[in-house]
C-alpha cells in the first residue's frame, strides 16, 4: 500500500474528529501493511489537551502491542505534529513519520523547528511532508472558516 491510501484513512479519522465538533485531524499508525492503530483529536470531547489525534493512536498502538516502543511503525497525520506530539513521537521510537498538510503555527517536524530530527535527541525519524496535503489542509481550513462564521 502507498502513503496516500494510508493517509486517506488517517483523513477518515480527521472526519470522524469533525463530526465531533473537534478540530479535524487524523492519525493512523501501520505496522507490516496492518494498521495497528487509529485516533483523532478528542481534546474537548475528552478535556484533555494532550488528547491530539497522534497521542490517541501512540496510546492505542501501546496497548495493541503491548509495548511502548513501536520500532516497526510508521505514523501517518493529516497536519504538521507540535511540540508535545513530536517529543512522544521520539519518545515512542517511531521511525517514520509522514504528515499531510503543514502547521505554520504550531507545526515542530519543520515549519517551526524539527524536533523529531533534532541532532542531540537519542532517535530521528525519517519524515515525509505533503502526502494529501491540500486535501488535509482544505478540510482544516473549512473547519475554521465555518467556526468564525458562527
Known amino acids: 500500500m502507498t502513503d496516500e491510501v494510508w493517509m486517506r484513512l488517517a483523513l477518515a479519522e480527521a472526519a470522524a474528529a469533525e463530526a465531533l465538533g473537534e478540530v479535524p485531524v487524523g492519525a493512523v499508525i501501520v505496522r507490516g501493511g496492518e494498521v495497528v492503530a487509529r485516533g483523532h483529536n478528542l481534546t474537548h470531547t475528552d478535556q484533555d489537551p494532550s ?21 516497526d511503525c510508521t505514523l501517518y497525520v493529516t497536519l504538521e505534529p507540535c511540540a508535545m506530539c513530536s517529543g512522544a513521537i521520539v519518545l515512542a521510537r517511531i521511525p517514520r513519520l509522514v504528515y ?10 519543520g515549519s517551526l ?7 542531540r535527541l537519542n532517535h530521528r525519524v525519517q519524515l ?6 491540500q486535501e488535509a489542509g482544505d478540510v482544516l481550513r473549512a473547519f475554521f472558516r465555518a467556526r468564525r462564521s458562527k
Open 51 to 71: 488528547a491530539h489525534a497522534e497521542m490517541v493512536a501512540i496510546r492505542r498502538a501501546a496497548q495493541a502491542t503491548g509495548h511502548w516502543r513501536l520500532l
Open 100 to 109: 499531510a498538510a503543514p502547521d505554520p503555527k504550531a507545526g515542530m517536524c
Open 113 to 119: 523547528e524539527n524536533l523529531v530530527q533534532y541532532p
Open 128 to 133: 515525509t511532508s505533503g502526502v494529501l496535503a
